[in-house]
């Protein structure tokens, strides 16, 4: 098992839709998670990043962590055409006092008008 | 204006020819990091160096080497070694300490082989 899972999609949704973007994880060491958003042949640039259960909002973005699952959730709410992206999330765990950061494979989302 | 620059935009590399990627950041920082990304694949880590004159390697180092010379500088050499360096690579720079939520992502590099 993968210690991140990550639908790749492609996720196609009309404008103003609520969209969710979703991670599973296996490791139960995972502290940090994040949210990265990368446009097309451009760098990810990070979106949220939070390290407890429960939801952190941010305008119309809401990360959700369910530590008791390992699963965790981007939310965009009124999605608009410049949401689309691929959205990859990411973990960090610390064990024997090394720190690991892990990348899902990315969901490829479009928002059409 | 701080960032990352990351050139050349595209790269072509001909079979058994070594190619450097460039990666400069002014933001201070002292870890800096190299990934690669393939389709359908998450970020994977080459090397990453958190002081001048120190790295480590990554999960996939092979087929790859870098420097850290200058506090600014990290580049990434991909060898003839590297059986399949067809990717988009990707630098990244954070403060040490920091913890690695705050990495900052240069625009990236396609290699692409001829």
């Known amino acids: 098992q993968k210690e991140v899972e990550q639908d790749p999609g492609p996720l196609s949704v009309p404008e103003g839709a609520i969209v969710s973007l979703n991670c599973t994880y296996s490791?139960?060491?995972?502290?940090?998670f994040m949210w990265y958003r990368q446009y097309s042949r451009k760098g990810p640039e990070l979106l949220m990043y939070?390290?407890?259960?429960g939801n952190k909002e941010d305008g119309r973005f809401t990360a959700q962590v369910d530590k008791s699952s390992k699963y965790i959730s981007l939310f965009i709410r009124d999605s608009q055409p410049s949401d689309s992206a691929t959205y990859l999330c990411?973990?960090?765990?610390?064990?024997?006092?090394?720190?690991?950061?892990?990348f899902g494979k990315g969901t490829k989302l479009t928002v059409n008008p | 204006d701080g960032g990352i620059t990351q050139s050349p935009k595209y790269l072509f590399r001909k079979e058994g020819q070594n190619v450097t990627l460039s990666c400069e950041q002014n933001l201070n920082h002292d870890a800096m990091y190299w990934y690669r990304q393939d389709p359908g694949q998450g970020l994977r880590l080459i090397y990453y160096s958190q002081i001048v004159n120190d790295f480590q390697k990554g999960d996939i180092a092979e087929g790859y080497s870098v420097s850290r010379e200058k506090k600014e500088s990290f580049p990434l050499t991909v060898t003839s070694a590297q059986k399949n360096p067809t990717a988009f690579y990707l630098c990244?720079?954070?403060?040490?300490?920091?913890?690695?939520?705050?990495?900052?992502f240069g625009p990236g590099t396609r290699l692409l082989v001829l």
């Open positions: 490791n139960s060491a995972f502290q940090y």
């Open positions: 990244a720079s954070s403060v040490v300490g920091d913890s690695q939520e705050t990495q900052y």
């Open positions: 939070t390290y407890s259960s």
């Open positions: 990411a973990m960090i765990s610390y064990q024997g006092g090394s720190e690991k950061l892990v």
